[in-house]
């Protein structure tokens, strides 16, 4: 059993694990999936023992930040359970930071409790401030409950960032509403490019495409933007705001700017570990997590695993399936 740190075959450490622990969601977006889902059998996703096995595996192997994300992750039975377990690994110091991507339904229900688990920072995600647009792109989705979340959050002391899809058509009207809107309550804000690449039925993913170029010419002609050196080693770029002194980041899945720096995997709720999205390739880790009730066949898979990581990404948008959903999902979660 190999147990040394993780380091893919360019040298890059890999510190940084975003895991779906569903495939389900309350809400229905157009730009993320049919309205009428079928979703995966239970004995196919992972349970939340095996999701902590797996997680605690890659802490032991030097992942420092955990990100927790769906479908939509508090809508799964007993997610809080998972949430305390992994609180042990920041109480220990194993783990420097655990966050999580929601759509903010359940947030009302359960902001404290996520800060209690050691939980401090939450990404939203909120493409527009208009009730019934809002309830149109989402299609099961109602904003009021949204705000609710969000102020709940705050209310616990969470640090809240907004992540809004740029969507031609849909809200580059509210642009500015946004930015002031997110400067009053004093959140961060993340812009992410849609993927031009097909549709999903009634949404034809072409019309949607707001290059952030435009968007961020746009913000220009307003505010006084500064371009922040900082990273996370993912393709968010920064910039500050002089005026407000809030922080936006720009989300374009197609960059290559971000790969040299690298150092995330992903991995599915039924336990498929993705070291690039810009590649179909993937490993399974349920086969090998549920082999054996020792940790040694899973972590020389993991190991197996990223040995095959790629050195960037590439882009192909006439690969559908397992792969188009997840840059999908990409799109919709963020960084």
Not at 201 to 222: M, N, V
Not at 236 to 256: C, D, F, N, S
Request: hydrophobic fraction near 35%; charged fraction near 25%; aromatic fraction near 6%.
């Amino acid at each position: 059993m190999n147990t040394s740190r993780l380091v893919d075959p360019f040298q890059r450490p890999v510190t940084y694990l975003r895991l779906s622990v569903t495939d389900r969601c309350d809400f229905r977006c157009t730009y993320c999936m049919s309205e009428n889902m079928t979703f995966l059998p239970k004995k196919d996703l992972l349970t939340l023992e095996e999701l902590d096995r797996v997680c605690s595996a890659f802490i032991g192997l030097g992942v420092r930040k955990l990100r927790i994300t769906g479908g939509e992750p508090l809508v799964r039975k007993g997610i809080m359970g998972f949430f305390e377990g992994m609180g042990r690994h920041l109480d220990s110091g194993a783990l420097d930071e655990l966050t999580l991507t929601t759509n903010g339904s359940q947030l009302h229900r359960f902001a404290d409790d996520l800060y209690a688990a050691g939980v401090r920072r939450v990404n939203i995600s909120l493409d527009t401030l208009d009730a019934d647009k809002f309830a149109r792109i989402t299609r099961w989705g109602r904003l009021p409950q949204v705000m609710r979340g969000i102020d709940a959050a705050l209310a616990a002391g969470l640090k809240v960032k907004i992540n809004a899809v740029a969507l031609k058509g849909f809200n580059d009207s509210e642009l500015f509403d946004l930015v002031d809107w997110c400067a009053q309550k004093g959140l961060d804000l993340t812009f992410i490019e849609v993927m031009p690449m097909g549709d999903m039925g009634e949404e034809d993913r072409l019309d949607q495409y707001w290059p952030l170029s435009d968007l961020r010419a746009q913000l220009a002609e307003r505010l006084t933007l500064t371009e922040l050196d900082e990273t996370t080693g993912g393709p968010a770029r920064y910039l500050r705001v002089k005026e407000t002194g809030q922080k936006i980041g720009l989300i374009t899945p197609l960059t290559h700017n971000f790969c040299e720096s690298c150092n995330r995997v992903r991995m599915s709720c039924t336990g498929q570990l993705y070291t690039c999205l810009g590649h179909d390739g993937m490993s399974d880790l349920r086969a090998p997590l549920r082999a054996s009730e020792s940790d040694a066949v899973l972590i020389d898979a993991i190991h197996a695993a990223i040995g095959r990581k790629p050195k960037g990404h590439d882009f192909d948008y006439s690969r559908q399936g397992v792969q188009g959903q997840t840059i999908r999902h990409m799109n919709h979660t963020g960084g």
